[in-house]
């Protein structure tokens, strides 16, 4: 698509998006020819025009005499376009480190999504990271013949409880000293940890704690699947003042349904979780994001090195991307320092 384009259509192009994206109005020839600093007629740069439509980068909408950006034409603009700023980390009010103060993780999470939001005026998010379900204490209890009830504590005092079918029966008693034995041995380690030494310690077990403990760590495992990632979102409100979408309640309806289902948006994130750096989604151009007003610009962050979440903003296509890039950057950064250990 860049090699379709000479410079004075992509010339034209980046000025079309950038005087669009500040005024939110279509743009007409005459706004263009002045906006692009080129000495062109009007006539020439309504041919460049209707090039750029037929390449399906603008768009003509039918009120107006002006064009438009399209996902595609914001997606080239994204690509080779975008002329990067000096973010202006002094027009916080809070110096930014100050606001993510690393003594609680879910408080650095929580405030990242806050400063996400004040900073872009758009919605922000952070998918917490997943925590590792670790065993304080596992009983068992029984419920009728070969039915058992599992109740596995965490550390911080979380419950997690399943029913098993075992396939012979146990006595209340042979229960209590499978709870006692299992606990001193595996307290203190993840459930992942224990699934690995039970590898091989089983041969060692005696094969009815051995039986009732594969059953625990499967059920603990199950536990922690179905446990949803914590996913914080901060600023929905502020897409009532974006004009994009204050005219049409349908649109607004949609967005805050999106950020009622948790699950739409954790799998909006995903995507971004498993590449490098910052990422931009945009409405329209793919499945990924499921309104065509809609932009996602994300990055993951990490502790210690490793990547274990994702952050981003949510806003209108219409937004200042380099802007969005750098606020995005920087807090995916101050997030990872913030959780890392010193």
């Known amino acids: 698509m860049k090699a379709m384009l000479d410079e004075r259509a992509r010339t034209l192009l980046k000025a079309l998006v950038e005087r669009y994206i500040a005024d939110g109005q279509p743009v007409g020839s005459r706004t263009l020819s002045r906006a692009s600093g080129l000495d062109l007629s009007p006539a020439t740069i309504r041919n460049v025009m209707a090039d750029l439509e037929d390449l399906g980068l603008i768009a ?44 609680q993780p879910q408080r650095v999470i929580a405030n990242a999504a ?29 419920l009728s013949a070969r039915r058992i009830l599992v109740i596995l504590v965490a550390p911080d005092g979380d419950v997690q409880n399943r029913v098993i079918v075992t396939a012979q029966d146990y006595t209340q008693s042979q229960l209590v000293e499978a709870s006692n034995y299992l606990t001193a041995q595996y307290a203190g380690l993840t459930i992942e940890e224990v699934r690995e030494r039970l590898k091989t310690e089983v041969d060692a077990l005696r ?114 991307y380099e802007r969005m890039i750098q606020i995005v950057d920087i807090t995916s950064r101050l997030v990872s320092n913030a959780l890392s250990t010193k």
């Open 60 to 103: 003509s909408p039918h009120t107006s005499a002006g064009r438009i950006p399209t996902a595609r034409g914001y997606r080239l603009f994204v690509d080779t376009m975008l002329t990067s700023q000096p973010f202006d980390v002094g027009a916080a009010s809070v110096p930014l480190e100050s606001q993510l103060q690393p003594d």
């Open 114 to 142: 806050q400063l996400l939001s004040s900073l872009s005026s758009f919605v922000g998010v952070v998918v917490a990271p997943r925590q590792a379900g670790v065993l304080h204490h596992i009983e068992f209890l029984r």
């Open 207 to 320: 094969g009815e704690i051995a039986a009732l403990m594969q059953a625990a760590v499967q059920t603990g495992t199950d536990a922690m699947a179905e446990g949803d990632e914590q996913i914080v979102v901060s600023g929905e409100r502020n897409l009532l003042a974006v004009q994009d979408f204050s005219s049409d309640m349908g649109s607004l309806r949609k967005l805050f349904d999106l950020f009622e289902q948790k699950t739409q948006l954790m799998r909006l994130l995903d995507v971004s979780s498993r590449a490098e750096g910052v990422r931009i989604y945009i409405g329209g151009e793919s499945m990924v994001v499921p309104f065509e007003e809609l932009s996602v610009v994300s990055a993951p962050y990490e502790v210690n090195g490793k990547i274990v979440g994702t952050l981003g903003v949510i806003g209108p296509t219409r937004m200042a």
